[in-house]
């Protein structure tokens, strides 16, 4: 499973309110990547790190930051959360052989 | 923008077999992939294919690639029920950015 964790994987929290979401790996890889799924949308990239201190923005990245200051941790965070951010957030990383990804388990973010 | 399609969902009855299909606009793909997602988890890699391949065969799964029509298909042998998921195809070019395209995803539902 490529060590990753997500934490934490389920949030409730109100419109308005800062929400950090962090994702953790354990392989020392390089490349992470933060995804969000929705019904009907698929998977849509939001940001991506290429490594420590090196990010840059996917498709929906309107309403996001991300920092890496480590290599193992990638951490997303929503500086003022609104009811469209009501998603189900992945991170993945990439694999060293065939430019697959490895994903994470999810965190179920519901904002009121 | 790259594109990658397929349609959102297929039914099919356990012991037969089971086709997903993908179009993918990107002609500089180098690798394409079908992932796996099981309910309330995150995408496995499933199994990938060389752009300069035609077909790829593993146990129950084969994959065939029309590169000319840029198609792509997943043929599930003997579908069980435990094969109830969504599929994801995607596709990877090249070009350095290790961002694949994703479809949104066929949910493949296996009746007794």
């Known amino acids: 499973d490529a060590g990753i964790t997500q934490s934490p994987r389920h949030k409730v929290t109100e419109t308005g309110t800062p929400v950090t979401l962090r994702c953790h790996q354990t392989?020392?890889?390089?490349?992470m990547y933060w995804y969000r799924q929705d019904p009907g949308h698929g998977l849509r990239l939001i940001h991506y790190?290429?490594?420590?201190?090196?990010?840059d923005k996917g498709e929906v990245s309107d309403g996001y930051s991300v920092s890496r200051s480590k290599t193992e941790d990638f951490l997303l965070t929503l500086e003022s959360a609104t009811s469209s951010q009501t998603s189900v957030y992945f991170c993945?990383?990439?694999?060293?052989?065939?430019?697959?990804?490895?994903f994470g388990p999810g965190t179920r973010l519901t904002v009121t | 923008g790259e594109d990658v399609e397929q349609s959102l969902f297929l039914s099919v009855r356990e012991g037969d077999s089971s086709v997903i299909n993908c179009t993918y606009t990107?002609?500089?793909?180098?690798?394409l992939y079908w992932y796996k997602q099981e309910p309330g988890a995150g995408l496995q890699l499933l199994t990938y294919i060389f752009s300069n391949m035609d077909m790829k065969q593993d146990q129950r799964l084969t994959v065939l690639l029309n590169k000319k029509d840029k198609h792509l298909s997943l043929r599930i042998a003997d579908t069980q029920t435990g094969d109830s998921a969504i599929y994801f195809c995607a596709e990877s070019s090249s070009g350095g950015s290790y961002i694949p395209t994703f479809g949104r995803g066929t949910s493949l539902i296996v009746h007794p």
């Open positions: 392989e020392n890889h390089r490349y």
């Open positions: 993945a990383i990439r694999g060293q052989g065939i430019d697959e990804q490895y």
């Open positions: 790190s290429y490594g420590v201190k090196d990010t």
């Open positions: 990107d002609s500089s793909s180098t690798y």
